[in-house]
């Protein structure tokens, strides 16, 4: 046999496609029979595959620690070669851009990319590579059979394992019974989301507050009784979760905290503000947009409500606070992007703004004149709920010129708010800011720039020519191959610190939790030094608790230019405040809150398989064999003999799980 030939770096004609990837194959045959140099097992063409392909190579099976406690596991479909050469340009598309067409010369199939030169092929149930991805030319890649590739390739759209179902419902919802994890293991991702989207709304926190009689109470007036109830009951009990936890993840975008409310009814106001962004969540942003600007809390939020047009004689201006923010924080950000999120720079490399000081103030000019839609005499909480209402003599006339629109002189408020929120809903910045920040509230705190461009893509475009379509992103976010694929579960830069009351949402709605009184007597859970250091709806400013771009100064994570976004509320007093607050849940002795340990009871005796199951359902599977190992043993120590005995194995188990670094780093 003769060596493998040494093939031209440039292109082939597509006449000599077939021939050059088949004098590449034949490189495996020499292997085969002894020719050539020693290739380290990576394939035949005597060379190593390169360090930057390895991540192709290891995408392949699912990582060791998922299998290890999975409870169930179907293997998955082996893909033809078109599934597989899809896949890797969704993927890969550095070293295979683009899309290509299926090339055949038997018995293998391949695609060629002229972009990187780079083939991908498929012959005798194995797959290789060839050209620069591969080490060079004349260097054939074998990257193993195909059917190793089915979890990567199929990973988003079913899940093939336990464990990767309750990882899509740790992302998608706000905890996971055994029901849900086979629900979404029965459908399949994309049915499951079709299924969620259609479930009705839930009962609202409105109607929940009418329930109990605060509607006609003078008392609810002045003090705002319920108003975490109200928040809390829906969080941790409404059957629409996928519903809810979008609405959460825009509540920490498009922010209203309680602190800054005034007037009466507060509870009121933010059961409102949460219908509003429930009602939206799978909506059009546009719209959610608009329902923003007019809602009444944000109108006292942020000082819509009230807000005058100029007045020379009491040197009076428009306040500007809404107009700021609601590009800065809830629509275009500060820097000019590209459609991956990263910062466009003008010549001298600096960030480009994205807009000035002076279009701040000639937006704020569009936001006067809006105020509550409260009759006088009206002592209800409806003004809540109802939309800000324009009082023309209070608008400014004025001409408005900001990102590129100008509002005419003498433009009346309606017309003018239209056109401003147009403008900023179109923006080009809008689908890779609000998409990064959504990736960043339910999957990474790291997304990579492709996912960011593919999400910010289906943001401009749901497919049917839609801007703006939140559902389209929602699905797009959680079945993007970054979310669902292996890849991220060994990358150290995956993954996001789950945020305290996500962590007390998911035990409580994972072990089949109930209100013992029935009334959500939850509280603030604010108290970094007794509680979770956090609590819906309590954001101590627009900022939310903490801000996409933090970085914890001093660690790894900042040696490495990344962003931990959770972690600005991480810290010794609020680590210790929530182990201590979560020992008193886990056990069953909060005043109101109670779970069913009944499943977890009967594996008491089984210290391995009981916490194998606890890390099914809160962590997706995801300890580390040194975790679970380290937890198994502290449960074996406890005694397993009668109902106490029992208890007490369950709650050290669920707490250590809920304790360990595999849980709280979600990915």
């Known amino acids: 046999m003769n060596d493998a030939p040494t093939l031209s770096p440039r292109a082939p004609a597509s006449t000599d496609r077939s021939g050059a990837l088949a004098s590449a194959l034949a490189a495996t045959a020499l292997a085969a029979c002894g020719g050539g140099g020693d290739d380290g097992g990576q394939g035949g063409g005597g060379a190593a595959l390169p360090g930057a392909m390895l991540a192709f190579t290891q995408a392949r099976p699912m990582p060791q620690r998922l299998m290890a406690i999975t409870a169930t596991t179907t293997p998955p479909p082996v893909p033809t070669p078109t599934q597989l050469f899809d896949w890797a340009e969704r993927v890969h598309g550095q070293y295979f851009p683009g899309h290509q067409t299926d090339l055949e010369s038997p018995p293998y199939v391949y695609r060629y990319y002229p972009q990187t030169q780079n083939y991908v092929g498929v012959a005798s149930g194995r797959v290789y590579i060839l050209g620069p991805v591969s080490g060079g030319s004349d260097v054939l890649g074998d990257v193993g059979a195909i059917a190793d590739y089915g979890a990567a390739v199929f990973a988003t759209r079913y899940a093939f394992s336990d464990a990767e179902a309750a990882r899509f419902l740790g992302q998608a919802t706000l905890g996971c019974t055994d029901a849900d994890i086979a629900a979404v293991r029965a459908l399949g991702f994309e049915a499951w989301l079709a299924q969620e989207m259609a479930r009705p709304v839930s009962t609202s926190n409105w109607d929940y507050l009418v329930g109990l009689g605060l509607y006609d109470d003078p008392e609810a007036r002045r003090v705002a009784i319920a108003v975490d109830a109200q928040i809390w009951q829906r969080l941790l009990s409404a059957p629409d979760a996928l519903r809810q936890r979008m609405a959460l993840a825009l509540s920490e975008i498009l922010v209203v905290g309680l602190d800054g409310i005034a007037g009466p009814y507060k509870q009121f106001q933010l059961a409102a503000w949460w219908d509003l962004l429930a009602t939206h969540a799978f909506g059009n942003f546009r719209t959610l947009l608009e329902a923003v600007t007019l809602n009444a809390a944000m109108g006292r939020y942020l000082n819509t409500a009230g807000n005058q047009k100029e007045d020379a004689a009491l040197g009076r201006l428009p306040d500007e606070n809404y107009a700021r923010e609601?590009?800065?924080?809830?629509?275009?950000?500060?820097?000019?992007?590209?459609?991956?999120?990263?910062?466009?720079?003008?010549a001298a490399g600096?960030?480009?703004?994205?807009?000035?000081q002076d279009e701040v103030?000639?937006?704020?000019?569009?936001?006067?004149?809006?105020?509550?839609?409260?009759?006088?005499?009206?002592?209800?909480?409806?003004?809540?709920?109802r939309p800000m209402v324009l009082t023309p003599a209070l608008h400014s006339t004025l001409e408005a010129s900001f990102l590129g629109t100008t509002v005419p002189a003498g433009t009346d408020g309606v017309t003018a708010l239209k056109m401003a929120l147009d403008t900023l809903s179109a923006h080009p910045n809008v689908g890779p800011f609000m998409g990064r920040q959504l990736i960043q509230r339910l999957v990474t705190s790291n997304p990579s720039p492709a996912y960011v461009s593919r999400v910010a893509a289906v943001w401009a475009d749901n497919g049917a020519g839609v801007r703006g379509d939140l559902g389209a992103v929602l699905r797009a976010i959680l079945l993007d191959d970054e979310a669902r694929g292996p890849v991220a579960l060994a990358s150290t830069s995956g993954g996001k610190l789950r945020e305290p009351m996500l962590r007390l949402i998911q035990w409580f709605r994972s072990f089949k939790g109930r209100s013992v009184s029935g009334a959500w007597n939850v509280g603030n859970t604010s108290d970094a030094a007794r509680a979770l250091g956090q609590s819906p709806l309590r954001s101590s400013s627009v900022f939310n608790?903490?801000?996409?771009?933090?970085?914890?100064?001093?660690?790894?994570i900042a040696a490495a230019r990344l962003v931990a976004p959770e972690f600005q509320i991480a810290t010794e007093t609020s680590v210790a405040g929530y182990l201590n607050a979560m020992q008193v849940f886990v056990a069953n002795a909060?005043?109101?809150?109670?779970?069913?340990?009944?499943?977890?009871?009967?594996?008491a005796g089984d210290a391995v398989a009981l916490v194998a199951r606890i890390a099914r359902l809160l962590s997706a599977g995801q300890l580390?064999?040194?975790?679970?190992?380290t937890i198994v043993d502290a449960v074996q120590s406890l005694p397993a003999s009668g109902d106490d005995g029992r208890a007490a194995r369950v709650h050290t188990a669920v707490l250590l799980v809920m304790a360990s670094l595999d849980y709280l780093v979600q990915k």
């Open 326 to 346: 609601v590009m800065q924080l809830f629509s275009i950000g500060l820097h000019v992007l590209e459609p991956d999120g990263s910062v466009k720079t003008d």
């Open 350 to 356: 600096r960030a480009i703004e994205t807009y000035t």
């Open 361 to 385: 103030s000639q937006l704020a000019r569009v936001f006067t004149g809006w105020n509550l839609a409260l009759a006088r005499g009206d002592t209800s909480p409806e003004f809540a709920r």
């Open 545 to 556: 608790f903490f801000r996409p771009g933090y970085v914890p100064p001093g660690t790894g």
């Open 590 to 603: 909060h005043r109101d809150l109670r779970v069913d340990y009944a499943d977890e009871l009967v594996l």
């Open 624 to 629: 580390t064999p040194s975790t679970q190992a």
